[in-house]
Structures are given as structure tokens and as C-alpha cells.
T-cell receptor, first 114, second 108 residues
Framework: ETGVTQTPRHLVMGMTNKKSLKCEQH?????MYWYKQSAKKPLELMFV???????ENNSVPSRFSPECPNSSHLFLHLHTLQPEDSALYLC?????????????FGPGTRLTVL | GIQVEQSPPDLILQEGANSTLRCNFS?????LQWFHQNPWGQLINLFY???GTKQNGRLSATTVATERYSLLYISSSQTTDSGVYFC??????????FGQGTTLQVKP
């Protein structure tokens, strides 16, 4: 778990709250990802950052706002969420340019929106 | 986009049994990973295997890229092997596309 860490591990918020999820990777990677996993479903890619630039936004609503201040940190800012946004949010990282782009995942933040 | 299909969707085994999980994908890939998701949601990397065969203890995997499938073998299964097994692939974009998963339950 020390490779990719996420905080908080659990979060309960109301629809009018603003909160942020944090991800940190200690693997020296330069690409980071946010995934959403709803109940009984596979992971869905939300955002991709490569060298701190967003290179993918997979039609995600604007109430989710990512931020990548440096290659080790990734945030997901949340505001005005809906109950259907309740899910497990997973962060991942991978190297770039090495020919081996294996992704490693954090433990996830389990989000409940009331 | 690439489609990923895993089979079977559910599998129940008695402790000590062997099993084979399959992953079919619809296009050429340059990354294929197998993960085990434990009951707490943690995705654990099992194999990075875009082609060839690898073994790690009781687990092994084979990917036949030309025929667009991969197999995960679990031998002498244990109750701690229970959970969901995901196959995920990506092409040149680097985006991982996940299959629906195989839910494995190993009974003592």
C-alpha cells in the first residue's frame, strides 16, 4: 500500500458539501489516473494526467474537478454531488516512455453521498 | 473501442481445487494486466502480461496476443483467493479498459 496512497479511505458527504480526494504515488511514475467503480461494475476511467497535463477527460461531469500539481500528487475536488456518485474512487499511476506501462492502484476512497 | 470479456462471471470452488479464468479482447493490445480485488476494494497486481507466460507461486498466466485472449490459472485454491479477478487491456492510448470481472468464492 505504500506505493500509491489515497486519503481519506472513507467519506460521507451531503449534496451541498465540497470535499477533495487525495492521491500520492511514491513510485517515480509520471502518469496518474482517476477511476470510478460503482457497485457490481468494472472500473471506469475518469481522468488521465501525463507529465502533470490532463490528457483524458472521459465525459465526466463538471462537479468532479481534478488537479495534478506535480507528478506525485493527484486530487479530485468534489462539489454538488448526487447520490448516484456514491462509489469507490481509485487512483493509479504508471511510468511513461519505458515500454512497460503497468498501472498500480491505491486502496481507494469509498464515497457515500447522502 | 476495445471490448474485454471475462468468463465465467462467477465461480465457486472447494478449497484445493484448480481453476482457469479467461479474458478475450477485441483488438491488438500492448498492455494486459490481471488484478485481484479484495473485499476492501484494493486492486492487487497479479500479472503484467501483454504476451507469453508467467508464473508466481500458485498463480500463472498466459496471453496469446495473436488470438486475443489471456488465461489466469489458480492452482490449489485457498479461501484467501476469494474476490473479484479483473482483466484489463490497453492499446497505444495507455487507457486501461477493464472486463466485467470474475467473482471467485473458495469454500473451506
Amino acid at each position: 500500500e505504500t506505493g500509491v496512497t489515497q486519503t481519506p479511505r472513507h467519506l460521507v458527504m451531503g449534496m451541498t458539501n465540497k470535499k477533495s480526494l487525495k492521491c500520492e504515488q511514491h513510485l517515480g511514475h509520471n502518469a496518474m489516473y482517476w477511476y470510478k467503480q460503482s457497485a457490481k461494475k468494472p472500473l471506469e476511467l475518469m481522468f488521465v494526467y501525463s507529465l502533470e497535463e490532463r490528457v483524458e477527460n472521459n465525459s465526466v461531469p463538471s462537479r468532479f474537478s481534478p488537479e495534478c500539481p506535480n507528478s506525485s500528487h493527484l486530487f479530485l475536488h468534489l462539489h454538488t454531488l448526487q447520490p448516484e456518485d456514491s462509489a469507490l474512487y481509485l487512483c493509479a499511476s504508471s511510468p511513461l516512455g519505458t515500454g512497460v506501462n503497468e498501472q498500480f492502484f491505491g486502496p481507494g476512497t469509498r464515497l457515500t453521498v447522502l | 473501442g476495445i471490448q474485454v470479456e471475462q468468463s465465467p462471471p462467477d465461480l465457486i470452488l472447494q478449497e484445493g481445487a484448480n481453476s482457469t479464468l479467461r479474458c478475450n479482447f477485441s483488438d491488438s493490445v500492448n498492455n494486459l494486466q490481471w488484478f485481484h480485488q479484495n473485499p476492501w476494494g484494493q486492486l492487487i497486481n497479479l500479472f503484467y502480461i501483454p504476451s507469453g507466460t508467467k508464473q508466481n507461486g500458485r498463480l500463472s498466466a498466459t496471453t496469446v496476443a495473436t488470438e486475443r485472449y489471456s488465461l489466469l490459472y489458480i492452482s490449489s485454491s485457498q479461501t484467501t483467493d476469494s474476490g473479484v479477478y479483473f482483466c484489463a487491456v490497453s492499446s497505444n492510448t495507455g487507457k486501461l479498459i477493464f472486463g466485467q470481472g470474475t467473482t471467485l468464492q473458495v469454500k473451506p
